[in-house]
């Protein structure tokens, strides 16, 4: 299966925004990148979702690395309720990653 | 638009018991998924169908788990008999297709204790 690399936990403050990466550099060419997360006590919530360009949505930003080895989801303003699990997942259709594998995600803390 | 419902939220059954978890996905959402979530552990896939059949059970433990899609819509995943260790939270997706570039919409889940 590919994998995804991602850190165990980091801190943000309130309003400022967060960067949290996310190394992948066996991705195929077929391989999107999804992101979900999941508060406390909650079902997974899909953040975003990009191939190759960068991605934006009401939610957050998708930087993907030119060479698509790694990515970065982006928080402009976080807020106390983005305190949760990301996960950095790789979903091709019809390929080795046909299906969502969660790791352990990145617990994202923040700070009042 | 309504999400991915799921019944019950909790359950309790001591160990060699039978248990059935209900799930309602988003209408016209033709793939459904359940996931097995231990905790401190992100989501397992357990099964995936694709309106009414299967496409993936792979990780199915098939002597004790069997889940059925009746008519494309509801689902039911059931366990008989539970043991100590599928104590976890089970969870139920859908999305409009099985394609990576649909996203999967979770219920909040069903969380089993097995004492």
């Known amino acids: 299966d590919a994998k995804t690399t991602q850190p165990n936990s980091m801190e943000s403050n309130e309003e400022e925004p967060v960067h949290l990466p996310c190394n992948h550099s066996?991705?195929?060419?077929?391989?999107?990148i999804h992101w979900y997360r999941q508060l406390p006590s909650q079902g997974p919530e899909y953040v975003i979702h990009g191939l190759t360009s960068n991605v934006n949505n009401r939610m957050a930003s998708l930087a993907i690395a030119e060479d698509r080895k790694s990515s970065t989801l982006i928080l402009h303003r976080a807020t106390l309720r983005d305190a949760a699990v990301y996960y950095c997942i790789l979903f091709s259709y019809g390929g080795a990653t046909n299906k969502l594998i969660f790791g352990t995600g990145t617990l994202l803390a923040v700070q009042p | 638009e309504a999400g991915v419902a799921q019944s019950p939220r909790y359950k309790i059954i001591e160990k060699r018991q039978s248990v059935a978890f209900w799930c309602n996905p988003i209408?016209?959402?033709?793939?459904l998924y359940w996931y097995q979530q231990i905790l401190g552990q992100g989501p397992k896939l357990l099964i995936q169908?694709?309106?009414?059949?299967?496409?993936?059970d792979s990780q199915l433990p098939k002597d004790r788990f069997s889940a059925e899609r009746l008519k494309g819509v509801d689902s039911t995943l059931k366990i008989q008999p539970a043991k100590l260790e599928d104590s976890a939270v089970y969870l139920c997706?859908?999305?409009?297709?099985?394609?990576?570039?649909?996203?999967?919409?979770f219920g909040p889940g069903t969380r089993l204790t097995v004492t």
């Open positions: 066996t991705i195929s060419g077929t391989d999107y």
């Open positions: 169908f694709q309106n009414n059949g299967v496409v993936d």
């Open positions: 209408s016209g959402h033709a793939t």
């Open positions: 997706a859908s999305s409009l297709a099985w394609t990576a570039s649909y996203e999967q919409y």
